[in-house]
């Protein structure tokens, strides 16, 4: 079984910064993919950033200089560093990922509010 857990949300001033953390655990193969999305009230669930299966970074543009998206040593952790937030970031942010157990399938956290509010 595998789970993705994530942390670090919360109530943030704009302009003020969230670290997001997320951690995959239970019988993982391989990633092939990871990252971040988000979803506002009324609105679809977009990406906000995510490792590629080639090892590359994807941004949405309305993040990109403001957010930065790493992996921890062990490569089944990403972070999200979210800097310079703003109203508009204010959301569910949920962290994916495409891995193999043994066979390849998206899975998805539970996710975490990020409130961007003065």
């Known amino acids: 079984q595998v789970q993705l857990v994530e942390s670090g949300g919360g109530l943030v001033q704009p302009g003020g910064s969230l670290r997001l953390s997320c951690a995959a655990s239970?019988?993982?193969?391989?990633?092939?993919?990871m990252g971040w999305y988000r979803q506002a009230p009324g609105k679809q669930r977009e990406l906000v950033a995510a490792?590629?299966?080639?090892?590359?970074?994807n941004y949405a543009d309305s993040v990109k200089g403001r957010f930065t998206i790493s992996r921890g040593n062990a490569k089944n952790t990403v972070y999200l560093q979210m800097s310079s937030l703003k109203p508009e970031d204010t959301a569910v942010y949920y962290c994916?990922?495409?891995?193999?157990?043994?066979?390849?399938?998206?899975?998805w956290g539970q996710g975490t509010q990020v409130t961007v509010s003065s």
């Open positions: 490792f590629t299966s080639g090892g590359r970074t």
């Open positions: 239970g019988s993982i193969f391989s990633i092939n993919a």
């Open positions: 994916h990922a495409m891995l193999y157990s043994p066979s390849i399938r998206d899975y």
